[in-house]
């Protein structure tokens, strides 16, 4: 595959163009630990804890003011939908918000939902756990210290909130358009 082929060649990074689905990168592999689906799945979620409460916003427009291009942000929508972090209404007057308070929404069960487990390696793994086949776990110090970094990312983004991101930054951010 590719994937072996770049690392053979002492590579550590893809060309932007390059996705890691398209040349079959391992699905545990930690090129990149938030991945653009996370990276925008967050800024919307953002974008719309910023409106007040109530207020719809418009795909087009969230899309436009964090520069997501609008079909992937389309999907991106309907998983948090699903999973019960947006509401959406059709139509004219249709759009999307936040289905409960900001202060209540904790960026890793955000990231969860858009990019899988937050472990770099499935036997660090709370969620998703397999058992790796070339070391034993018990004294495998890689997996310890997986374990650790698996835990500190989950210390960050457990305890940070919707509300705390809106925060940071707000003065820099360019004016919202919104409608009932």
């Not at 969230?62 to 991106?76: S, T």
């Not at 699903?82 to 202060?103: C, D, H, I, M, T």
Request: hydrophobic residues 40%; positive net charge.
């Amino acid at each position: 595959m590719v994937w072996q082929a770049w690392k053979r060649r002492g590579r550590t990074e893809f060309p932007a163009e390059i996705t890691r689905r398209a040349v079959g990168a391992p699905a545990w592999d930690c090129w990149n630990m938030l991945t653009r689906k996370g990276k925008y799945g967050l800024k919307a979620m953002v974008d719309l804890a910023r409106l007040p409460t109530g207020q719809l916003a418009f795909v087009t427009d969230i899309a436009r003011r964090n520069n997501i291009p609008k079909k992937f942000l389309d999907a991106i929508l309907v998983e948090l939908r699903n999973a019960g972090f947006v509401q959406s209404r059709k139509g004219k007057e249709g759009g999307y918000r936040l289905s409960r308070p900001a202060e209540e929404i904790r960026v890793g069960h955000v990231v969860r939902v858009l990019d899988g487990p937050l472990a770099p390696f499935a036997c660090a793994s709370r969620t998703r756990y397999e058992r790796c086949e070339d070391c034993d776990e018990a004294t495998c110090q890689v997996r310890q210290v997986m374990l650790d970094v698996r835990n500190a990312i989950a210390d960050v983004l457990d305890t940070r909130t919707l509300a705390e991101m809106r925060e940071t930054g707000a003065d820099v951010l360019p004016e919202l358009k919104y409608h009932a």
